[in-house]
T-cell receptor, first 114, second 111 residues
Framework: AQSVTQLGSHVSVSEGALVLLRCNYS??????LFWYVQYPNQGLQLLLK??????LVKGINGFEAEFKKSETSFHLTKPSAHMSDAAEYFC????????????FGAGTRLAVHP | DTAVSQTPKYLVTQMGNDKSIKCEQN?????MYWYKQDSKKFLKIMFS???????INETVPNRFSPKSPDKAHLNLHINSLELGDSAVYFC??????????FGSGTRLTVV
């Protein structure tokens, strides 16, 4: 079974500051891990994914995440926040074998202020 | 050309009605899903089909019935709609779990 915990339902940063959104996972098999972003009243857009290749994954819009097996973490970072980054961010896990389904965390709302 | 398309985008209906949401993907993926996003933004899987075969059926009221006529289509029919069914419903597809592509969602409002 898989589960995801996102620490912090709301994160607020200043424009230009580091963005760090935390995600911890639990999985009984090697996981695939994903970050999605959802802008207001829109669908889910894939930011990046880990599928057992490089542990440091680079995604769109300057985001990256590092898979740390020992810490069961997959935190999302961006060196410098932009106003347009304000959105809801979801971490998700799926199994790397068998029938797959995405299990989502509860989401983190990122606010960026001037 | 939209990869995963859902129709309609918005659906407002009265309690007790029956409604359907359609989903089509042109990615050649073998697995399709329905997810429900509630008012607190929580996303939960409802159903999954692999090559037209139902493989995941989470704890969903049997008023919800998915149908997959072929592997590119997955529709969701809801009978006797209730206020609590109001949510955003997302269709998604994947190929062996390497990546999941989502539709833009259907916002269902039951009044």
């Amino acid at each position: 079974a898989q589960s995801v915990t996102q620490l912090g339902s709301h994160v607020s940063v200043s424009e230009g500051a580091l963005v760090l959104l935390r995600c911890n996972y639990s999985s009984s098999v090697p996981p695939y891990l994903f970050w999605y972003v959802q802008y207001p009243n829109q669908g889910l857009q894939l930011l990046l994914k880990y599928t057992s290749a490089a542990t440091l994954v680079k995604g769109i819009n300057g985001f990256e995440a590092e898979f740390k097996k020992s810490e069961t973490s997959f935190h999302l970072t961006k060196p410098s926040a932009h106003m347009s980054d304000a959105a809801e961010y979801f971490c998700a896990v799926s199994a790397s074998r068998g029938y797959n389904k995405l299990i989502f965390g509860a989401g983190t709302r990122l606010a960026v202020h001037p | 050309d939209t990869a995963v398309s859902q129709t309609p985008k918005y659906l407002v209906t009265q309690m007790g009605n029956d409604k359907s949401i359609k989903c089509e993907q042109n990615l050649g993926h073998d697995t399709m899903y329905w997810y429900k996003q509630d008012s607190k933004k929580f996303l939960k899987i409802m159903f999954s089909y692999n090559n037209k075969e139902l493989i995941i059926n989470e704890t969903v009221p049997n008023r919800f019935s998915p149908k997959s006529p072929d592997k590119a289509h997955l529709n969701l029919h809801i009978n006797s709609l209730e206020l609590g069914d109001s949510a955003v419903y997302f269709c998604a597809s994947s190929q062996q779990g390497y990546g999941y592509t989502f539709g833009s969602g259907t916002r269902l409002t039951v009044v």
